[in-house]
């Protein structure tokens, strides 16, 4: 397939956007098995560096490579988020039998309060839409599953392919066990014990977890980032710069933004001892060049 100079600026972005969100070794390493070049040494952002080492691939190279990190040209060009995403926030994919969808539902809703949106695809398709294209662009575009395992959950016609597309993303899987162990290649993965666990502990277990893994610290990162600046009680600012305070990545716009919260929210400008703490993570970082 030959690409238009117009479809060769989307996949740049699309792939520079996407890639910037993980580690400089996995960037490094991506680009290598794409046999394109890479430095040892780079002054500027992540997505400026994938741009600069992408920019000459071969059409069929960044084809390859967009899948590769979750976007096809051929669906449609330009990323438009899909609405079923809360802006600003981890996308988790949760892959469940339709039976237990009432505590499925119960878990989005508790997600949501530690940055993270969920899809379920039970509650998430409008009817009008076409379901499995709907699923198609969720397991497209998130940034981790997670795979609610009960009892004859690998008898679905659906499941097993839903977490076999992630796992062909290379996003984080995890399970949940729940009367099912887990089998096949997903036993490779962190399991949490479900079983008798309400939805809102189990979705305080999946944030810590998303917090400490590679791959998604630092969307995390730019999740609670959001969270603090949409704090509506003093209690939920002291508690989220807690969060932000145990972080182990950090970009560069994220003091900005803090800096914002400190100026356009009450909540957080008069939450006791949160300006300091806010401003002694942004001496923190400065002091670790970011």
Not at 16 to 21: F, G, I, K
Not at 178 to 205: C, H, N, S, V, W
Request: net charge negative.
């Amino acid at each position: 397939m030959a690409l238009t100079p117009s479809q060769r600026i989307s996949l740049l972005k699309e792939i520079a956007q996407r890639l910037a969100n993980e580690e400089w070794p996995l960037i490094d390493v991506t680009l290598k098995q794409f046999s394109l070049p890479w430095f040892a040494e780079w002054r500027g952002t992540k997505d400026a560096y994938v741009l600069e080492m992408t920019e000459d691939a071969a059409d069929d190279v960044l084809i390859e490579l967009a899948r590769h990190v979750g976007f096809n040209l051929a669906a449609g060009g330009p990323r438009v988020e899909p609405p079923f995403w809360r802006k600003g926030m981890l996308k988790v994919f949760i892959t469940h039998l339709a039976a237990h969808r009432k505590f499925v539902a119960e878990l989005q809703e508790a997600l949501w309060d530690y940055g993270m949106s969920g899809f379920v695809a039970h509650s998430d398709i409008e009817p009008t839409q076409e379901w499995q294209a709907e699923i198609e662009t969720a397991l497209a575009t998130c940034d981790a599953l997670v795979a609610l395992l009960h009892p004859d959950f690998h008898l679905s016609n659906w499941t097993d392919q839903e977490i076999g597309f992630a796992m062909g993303r290379g996003v984080p899987v995890f399970s949940v066990r729940f009367g099912q162990d887990p089998y096949g290649f997903i036993g490779r993965f962190q399991a949490f014990d479900g079983k008798g666990k309400p939805a809102a502990m189990l979705a305080t277990e999946l944030f810590a977890a998303y917090r400490k893994n590679k791959q998604t610290q630092a969307l995390m990162g730019g999740a609670l980032v959001k969270l603090l600046e949409e704090s509506n009680n003093f209690a939920s600012a002291k508690e989220r710069v807690g969060y932000l305070e145990e972080l182990e990545t950090w970009d560069p716009s994220f003091s900005a933004r803090l800096k914002g919260a400190v100026k356009g929210n009450s909540q957080v400008s008069d939450a006791y001892g949160v300006p300091d703490r806010i401003n002694g993570l942004i001496r923190k970082w400065a002091k670790k060049g970011a």
